[in-house]
């Protein structure tokens, strides 16, 4: 199995993390997950576009440009031959004796790249997922796929041990974000989802998933709501780059709506899938 580092495709068995690397010490560093469906890089502009300014917000330097790094990631695709599945890379800091402050002169950042199959199984996109509700405890700059994970580790945790699939975030009661995802709620047909602020990421999925809906007219609005309104809510559904689009039929133990997925998510579902098609083949 081959590898990214540093630009170079290598083995696996060659890397090894530098107790010094800023990433391992500090989370100093940034992240991007990419899905590939039939051997091709699904919406890669769009992901390695927020790479890139995910970088630039935390003044990270990366020695590639999007087209180079899109260049690595279709030969470790080839190496692979990975045909379904997803590219996890990341940049950090670089390798420096532990300092809060960036390194002076700058130094390298570290790039790594891997691929990991994924074999289609849509138990959960078919029959829905269970959530829990938490308090959105996070920084303010959840908008940059920043290595920090740590409040949205915990969150996933307690939905863990709720035997949940999601924790649904809010902040002040107003709904954010999933802890590995984003989620929108439909009301009286209409989809409404967290607008693109510091508060959430703004996932690729999510952008997807908004541009299916005013290509298909179905209403759409970016714009914030209640913890009150997603428990009434006829639909809610999260979307992410490995979980594309899933129905929630559960929060903290309540059903969403009747308790199984509904048209409009599945109607997404839908259109979701025939976008992949129409990108990478079927
Ligand atoms: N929010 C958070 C906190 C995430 O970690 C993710 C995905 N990893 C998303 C939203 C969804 O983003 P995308 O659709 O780009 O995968």
């Known amino acids: ?30 992240y991007e997950v990419i899905r590939v469906y039939n051997g091709q890089l699904f919406t890669s502009k769009e992901h390695l576009n927020r790479l890139m300014a995910s970088a630039k917000s935390i003044s990270l330097a990366i020695p590639f440009t999007a087209g180079e ?22 940049f950090t800091r670089g390798v420096s004796p532990r300092n809060h402050a960036f390194p002076a002169p700058a ?58 699939f999601e924790a649904l975030q809010h902040r002040d009661g107003i709904v954010t974000e999933g802890s590995s995802s984003n989620v929108s709620i439909v009301i009286n047909g209409k989809v409404k989802t967290h607008p693109a602020t510091n508060l959430i990421l703004n996932g690729i999925s999510r952008q997807v998933m908004l541009g299916l809906c005013k290509d ?15 428990l009434q809510a006829d639909e809610v559904f999260l979307s992410s780059t490995t979980a594309e689009i899933l129905p929630v039929i559960e929060i903290d133990g309540k059903a969403v709506g ?8 599945r109607k997404l579902q839908k259109l979701f899938q025939d976008e992949v098609a129409k990108q990478c083949g079927s």
């Open 1 to 30: 199995e081959k590898v990214i580092l540093n630009g170079k495709i290598t083995l696996k068995t060659d890397i090894k993390v530098d107790f010094e690397d800023r990433g391992y010490q500090f989370g100093d560093g940034i």
């Open 69 to 90: 790094i899109e260049g690595h990631l279709q030969q470790l695709i080839q190496e692979n031959q990975l045909e379904n599945g997803m590219i996890y890379m990341q």
């Open 258 to 265: 009747n308790g199984t997925p509904g048209p409009f998510t």
């Open 107 to 164: 130094i390298d950042s570290v790039y790594v790249a891997y691929t990991k199959p994924i074999l289609h199984s849509s138990e959960n996109a078919t029959a829905g997922v269970k959530t829990i509700l938490t308090e959105d405890i996070r920084w303010l700059r959840c908008d940059i796929k920043s290595l920090n994970l740590l409040g949205n580790i915990l969150a996933k945790q307690k939905a863990a041990d709720a035997g949940c």
């Open 216 to 230: 298909n007219g179905i209403p759409f609005s970016e714009q914030t709501y209640t913890t009150e309104e997603l």
